[in-house]
């Protein structure tokens, strides 16, 4: 009977260690299954983070893109429109000479920073879109006195009255241009 007993309690004893290692196997599993999700969840924010941050980079490249446009556009816009009183207000220059300059130069040169004003309200913001009303305004009053003359020809003009004129409606185009790109300046870099 002590032999029953003795081989009794071996049994219980492998029962209990055999539970023990089932234990230990399983808070092993555990543990290495909560480390993974872990993981994967610090993976997950991770690349989230640098996603955003991408996407960010991505969209002050696109605003970069349209701000240097602008510029662009604008700068032609001036010449092409000086050009144009230029030839508009020359009496030495003909109607096909002024309706060559306009549909060449001034025309497309027109619909360019049309464009460009258009791309730079759809990326900027609130304040950047009120600085481009007031750039808008003030190039259409170049486009006014520079196409003003296309039609008419220098007959009984006073140029240099014109010219003031045009001269100064360009400064405040360009200053007006310039105070949006310095505000934007913080906004796409």
């Known amino acids: 009977m002590a032999q ?24 092993g599993t555990l543990i290495g ?41 604008t700068n032609k816009y001036v010449q092409q429109a000086t050009q ?22 001034y025309a497309p040169a027109n619909t360019d920073i049309a464009r460009a004003l258009t791309t730079a309200r759809l990326v900027t913001g609130k304040d950047g879109r009120r600085g481009l009303e007031e750039l808008d305004v003030r190039s259409a009053r170049v486009g006014e006195i520079a196409a003003g ?16 004129e045009f001269d100064e409606a360009v400064r405040r185009q ?3 241009l310039e105070e949006f790109m310095d505000r934007a300046a913080d906004q796409a870099l």
């Open 149 to 164: 003359w296309y039609g008419k020809g220098p007959e009984g003009v006073d140029v240099r009255k014109v010219g003031a």
């Open 84 to 105: 144009l009183l230029n030839v508009s207000l020359d009496p030495a220059r003909s109607v096909a000479d002024r309706r060559r300059q306009f549909e060449d130069k």
């Open 33 to 73: 299954a909560l480390a993974g999700l872990t993981g994967s969840l610090l993976g997950f924010l991770e690349a989230k983070d640098t996603h955003r941050a991408e996407a960010d980079a991505r969209r002050a490249d696109i605003r970069r893109s349209a701000y240097v446009e602008l510029a662009a556009s």
């Open 4 to 27: 029953k007993q003795d081989d009794a309690s071996d049994g219980a004893g492998q029962r209990t260690g055999r539970r023990g290692a089932v234990f230990a196997a399983l808070a």
């Open 174 to 176: 360009l200053e007006s």
